[in-house]
T-cell receptor, first 111, second 112 residues
């Protein structure tokens, strides 16, 4: 089965600093890599995604980079704000329509 | 407006008593998924429907079954809930072919 390692498991940053979360995977056939944000007691929400034909994608303060050769992809959040505090999950598509999630990173932004 | 709606938000059932969770969508998406999420863990896919085609994950217990009577609705049936089945159950939908999944708010299931 697919193996997705997500690091770090917890991350604390000062407000305004950047946060980086990295995921590595083993299935070279994966072509779709979304990131989800989940606040306590709420649904996972897609914040950004990237496909294998693109190396980087940016949406305001959030960016994702993908290195297919090295089989890793990373989430970058700049100018962090307290409302960015949540659990972030990387995911990748392992087969037709199937998502496999990473283990999650609990991000705390300290005001 | 909520596009993936799960009912109820909270469900309490007794050990061994069958329970059904429901999910409906207004997005007209082909694919509907059921995930189980335990505390401090990632969502784990139980199964999904691509239109009417049912796809079960290999490690999903036989205790869990699903029905999709039409495009809009999907149900999760737990035939004989055990204490280990207490979790958040999330429904999601997507278009086919590497498309974003949209999640409902989930149903938190407790077993007495």
């Amino acid at each position: 089965g697919e193996n997705v390692e997500q690091h770090p498991s917890t991350l604390s940053v000062q407000e305004g600093d950047s946060a980086v979360i990295k995921c590595t995977y083993s299935d070279s056939a994966s072509n779709y890599f979304p990131w989800y944000k989940q606040e306590l007691g709420k649904r996972p929400q897609l914040i950004i995604d990237i496909r294998s034909n693109v190396g980087e994608k940016k949406d305001q303060r959030i960016a994702v980079t993908l290195n297919k050769t090295a089989k890793h992809f990373s989430l970058h959040i700049t100018e962090t704000q307290p409302e960015d505090s949540a659990v972030y999950f990387c995911a990748l598509e392992t087969g037709a329509n199937n998502l496999f999630f990473g283990t999650g990173t609990r991000l705390t932004v300290i005001p | 407006d909520a596009m993936v709606i799960q009912n109820p938000r909270y469900q309490v059932t007794q050990f061994g008593k069958p329970v059904t969770l429901s999910c409906s969508q207004t997005l007209n998406h082909n694919v509907m998924y059921w995930y189980q999420q335990k505390s401090s863990q990632a969502p784990k896919l139980l199964f999904h429907y691509y239109d009417k085609d049912f796809n079960n994950e290999a490690d999903t217990p036989d205790n869990f079954q699903s029905r999709r009577p039409n495009t809009s609705f999907c149900f999760l049936d737990i035939r004989s809930p055990g204490l280990g089945d207490a979790a958040m159950y999330l429904c999601a939908t997507s278009r086919a072919g590497s498309q974003p999944q949209h999640f409902g708010d989930g149903t938190r299931l407790s077993i007495l």
